[in-house]
């Protein structure tokens, strides 16, 4: 197997980060201090110290990033089920200083396959990945679309083909980024480009399957915001956002499309279409307590399954799965541990508990926690490197 090519830190950043190559097999990338509770039995101050050495370490490894950071900040799937899941560990008693991070991905079944650390700032913007066909592409961080470049389930670094000329989108392209910038990414040509014939009051957006491009458009009059449609460079419908409500996070896949409804800073509800929008409903209850969702509408989970359910709830908080495509009836998930964010590849569900601000220490159940049964059984995934059994958990409220 041939290495994978450096990953670099950034343009004109004089670090030569490491990615590693790990045998399946490899007892060294053992995380065994963590037992399955999330706690280190080797006491807090072994943990201080063990975590205070990473985050000063130039060069560090990327199993002592993991076990630092305990658990991911992202997880991106590729179609073939491998995982890459992003870790960071930043400066606890600062927003500033040093900080490390990972990446590691694993493959289907359940084996390490590539992993890569590198030492960084603590006000560095974290990574984000996005699975795409035959692996992952990093989302850009800043307000264009330098820093994108693609990784293969093997973990070897491709680059991609970046251009301001805008692309109409068609069947197969991914959303990158949006709003600003609004970046799609064709995994046919690995080019990443902004979409053709976004309207300029978009405050959202998202594209389907069939390479649909679906935004959310607010007026600068007093006009309702307003869901529209376009493919192939033409309209192919709009739709108001019901009255007194302002449209907010807006997802879509295989025909279905929903949009937050918005009350001032609060999530009141849903506009809902099952049919690509040739119909649409408000879902104003449903099972779903809007009014006990008080973070706030950044907080918003907005998540459609494969199979059409979606999926409600604010990250640190509680979580709403639709009983069935419909979407009109919900009910909430048992979890093993509180989730600070959900995440949805297919019909599978991912869900991280991790501390909510920060701390050398680990929270109870920390970790990524996986259910393929739309939360009936959830296990939380190894960190070993190796295959071995995955713990298995009924969830409890």
């Known amino acids: 197997m041939a290495p994978p090519s450096p990953a670099t830190a950034g343009p004109g950043n004089p670090r030569k980060p490491t990615v590693r190559l790990v045998a399946a097999v490899s007892a060294a990338l053992a995380l065994a201090a ?45 179609d073939d089920g491998s995982l890459l899941l992003t870790f960071d560990a930043g400066n606890v008693e600062d927003d500033e200083g040093p900080a490390a991070s990972a990446w590691r991905i694993v493959g289907p079944d359940g084996r390490t396959v590539a992993e890569h650390a590198e030492h960084g700032d603590a006000e560095e913007v974290r990574a984000e990945f996005k699975g795409v066909p ?134 009141r509800g849903l506009l809902v279409t099952t049919d690509a929008g040739g119909h649409w409903r408000t879902v104003l209850g449903g099972g779903v307590p809007w009014r006990e969702l008080k973070r706030g509408p950044e907080f918003l989970v907005l998540e459609l399954l494969a199979d059409g359910r979606l999926l409600v709830g604010e990250e640190g908080g509680r979580y709403w799965l639709a009983d069935d495509r419909g979407n009109s009836a919900f009910h909430e998930l048992r979890t093993p541990a509180t989730f600070t964010s959900v995440a949805v590849a297919g019909t599978t569900l991912y869900g991280i508990a991790d501390a909510t601000t920060a701390t050398y220490d680990l929270v109870k159940g920390e970790g990524l926690w996986i259910s393929r049964d739309g939360g009936g059984e959830w296990r939380r995934h190894e960190r070993h490197g190796r295959r071995s059994p995955a713990e298995v958990a009924k969830p409890s409220m």
């Open 134 to 267: 035959g692996g992952f592409v990093r989302v850009p961080a800043g307000e264009s679309a330098d820093g994108a470049y693609a990784l293969d389930v093997r973990g070897r670094r491709h680059a991609v083909d970046i251009t301001g000329t805008p692309l109409r989108t068609r069947p197969g392209d991914i959303l990158l980024a949006e709003p600003e910038p609004a970046l799609v990414y064709r995994p046919a040509t690995r080019t990443v480009a902004p979409p053709a014939g976004v309207p300029d009051d978009a405050v959202r957006l998202a594209v389907d399957e069939r390479g649909t491009a679906w935004s959310l458009d607010q007026s600068l009059t007093e006009a309702p915001d307003r869901v529209v449609r376009q493919r192939d460079g033409r309209t192919l419908g709009s739709t108001a956002v019901p009255r007194p409500y302002a449209g907010g996070a807006l997802t879509v896949r295989g025909g279905t499309a929903a949009l937050s409804l918005l009350q001032g800073d609060d999530a």
């Open 34 to 78: 963590c037992g399955p509770s999330g706690s280190d039995d080797r006491g807090p101050g072994d943990r201080e110290a063990r975590y205070r050495r990473v985050v000063e370490d130039p060069h560090p490894r990327p199993a002592d990033v993991i076990e630092a950071a305990g658990a991911p900040t992202g997880v991106a799937r590729a």
